[in-house]
């Protein structure tokens, strides 16, 4: 059974860091893309980014709104995908749900989601 | 950016109506689109991938079209179960965006 599960998630001042993981299991780590998706209280979803896998050199993509302050990680060995965020903004207060991509292309698994608050 | 303009934004139902949900792309994307369902308090769901693939599990009842730039997910016959939010996806083109969401409602 394909799992994730992200943690690191809390409460955060403005300008503050903050590292979120995600877990994996059930599945074959290495051979997916991964991604980080977001969802501000209330409203959409909202793209992230994405790391690739080893053969495509781990390479990233962001979101322009997060480029630059965002950082997408990957460790093969533990099965897990990172998500370092800094300069935090108020703005940036969400659940963070990571996602496995079918295919390089579709997102089909989605973890339950850490939720991070931005806030004096 | 390819802007997912998806339509209605909510809609009330009965239990065994035929639901219809649309999702236009500002560019050609292909069949890179994907629904996904939500409920409160839970993570989306993979429904439909490549435009009209059901992903696996997913029951019958949905399905996926692509008329050019135009996306819609039916649900045959709504079920209690498929309350929920919806959004459709696509990844053509790096940002992958998201439509603003669809709530289908009680009626």
């Known amino acids: 059974e394909v799992q994730l599960v992200e943690s690191g998630g809390g409460l955060v001042q403005p300008g503050g860091s903050l590292r979120l993981s995600c877990e994996a299991s059930?599945?074959?780590?290495?051979?997916?893309?991964m991604d980080w998706v977001r969802q501000a209280p209330g409203k959409g979803l909202d793209w992230v980014g994405r790391?690739?896998?080893?053969?495509?050199?781990?390479?990233?993509e962001y979101a322009a709104t997060v480029k630059g302050r965002f950082t997408i990680s990957r460790d093969d060995s533990r099965n897990s995908l990172y998500l370092v965020i800094n300069n935090l903004r108020t703005e940036d207060t969400a659940v963070y749900y990571c996602?496995?991509?079918?295919?390089?292309?579709?997102?089909?698994?989605w973890g339950q989601g850490t939720l991070v608050i931005v806030s004096s | 950016d390819i802007q997912m303009t998806q339509s209605p934004s909510s809609l009330s139902a009965s239990i065994g109506d035929r639901v219809t949900i649309t999702c236009r792309a500002s560019?050609?994307?292909?069949?890179?689109l994907a629904w996904f369902q939500q409920k409160p308090g839970e993570a989306p769901k993979s429904l439909i991938y490549?435009?009209?693939t059901l992903q696996s599990g997913v029951p019958s009842r949905f399905s996926g079209s692509r008329s050019g730039t135009d996306f819609t997910l039916t649900i045959s016959s709504l079920q209690p179960d498929d309350f929920a939010t919806y959004y459709c996806?696509?990844?053509?083109?790096?940002?992958?965006?998201f439509g603003g969401g669809t709530k289908v409602e009680i009626k």
């Open positions: 996602a496995r991509v079918l295919g390089g292309a579709y997102l089909d698994y």
């Open positions: 059930g599945f074959d780590f290495v051979a997916h893309y």
């Open positions: 790391v690739r896998h080893r053969a495509s050199s781990y390479t990233t």
């Open positions: 560019h050609d994307i292909s069949n890179f």
């Open positions: 490549g435009a009209s």
């Open positions: 996806q696509q990844s053509s083109d790096y940002p992958l965006t």
